[in-house]
């Protein structure tokens, strides 16, 4: 039971009062972050890459469903993959509700695995999921966003992940990447998130950061894979896994 000072209804007042301008400075900092986000340079993609889709074969263009904003989540499915990563799952389950949204706000949004499109889809089915969940398996997308690692990268060590390299094992990582599609049709990458960069789109979090618990992961693991379970998987407890990230 956390061990917090029991106090009068004023001195609760005057507490709550010098926190809720820190939460400010925080709310207004957050804008500032944002806002120099939009202001990073970008970079032309050149690349003409194909995705397998449940609709057929589509070229990134297509992936912007007519929007001008795309949003990828890169979800961890690579090619016969014997996991299904809680992480991303986890992520994957807030999607559906701010998507109904996006979509009414010039962004597409779209995860992208690795796995050809029939390893995954009855993973999506058995989730209840209604994003659309693309398969970059023929092309060198996930490669070239850096979620996704060759055995020679891995065995040479020559791994760059979230803007650094170093030696790793998994071959498949989670992330964020962003593009812009201008009215020449030309595309742009203008942003990519990786590793924890993906915790503002987990709305559980948020919630959890409101209570006297907060997240409340204190082992073994000090994340998410302490205590997350697949939403269908919490009834019966199973026993965890290794970790399949972070």
């Known amino acids: 039971m956390p ?73 961890m499915f690579g090619p016969g993959a014997d996991y299904r990563c809680e992480g991303c799952s986890f992520l994957a389950d807030h999607i559906d509700g701010a998507n109904q949204h996006l979509k009414h706000h010039d962004v597409s949004l779209v995860v992208i695995s690795r796995a050809p499109l029939a390893e995954f889809l009855p993973y999506k089915q058995r989730m209840g999921w209604k994003f659309d969940w693309v398969s970059s398996y023929a092309s060198d997308f996930n490669f070239d966003m850096q979620v996704s690692f060759t055995d020679k990268q891995i065995a ?44 503002p789109l987990i709305g559980a979090y948020h919630y959890l950061d409101l209570t006297p618990q907060g997240r409340n992961e204190t082992g073994p693991y000090h994340s998410l894979m302490d205590w997350v379970r697949l939403h269908d998987e919490y009834a019966d407890r199973p026993e965890m896994p290794d970790a399949c990230c972070h």
Do not use: C
């Open 156 to 199: 040479s060590g020559d791994t760059t992940y979230n803007f650094e390299q170093r030696a790793r094992k998994s071959k498949d990582l989670p992330g964020i990447s962003v593009f812009y599609r201008d009215d020449n049709g030309d595309i742009f990458l203008t942003f990519m998130s990786r590793s924890r960069g993906g915790d």
């Open 3 to 75: 061990n917090n000072k029991i106090v009068s209804r004023e001195d609760w007042f005057q507490a709550h009062k010098a926190h809720l301008a820190r939460e400010k400075e925080l709310t207004r900092f957050r804008d500032r972050i944002a806002a120099e986000r939009r202001e990073l340079p970008w970079l032309k993609v050149r690349k003409d890459y194909v995705f397998e889709t449940e609709q057929g074969p589509k070229k990134l263009a297509e992936l912007f469903a007519g929007a001008s904003q795309l949003i990828v989540y890169h979800f």
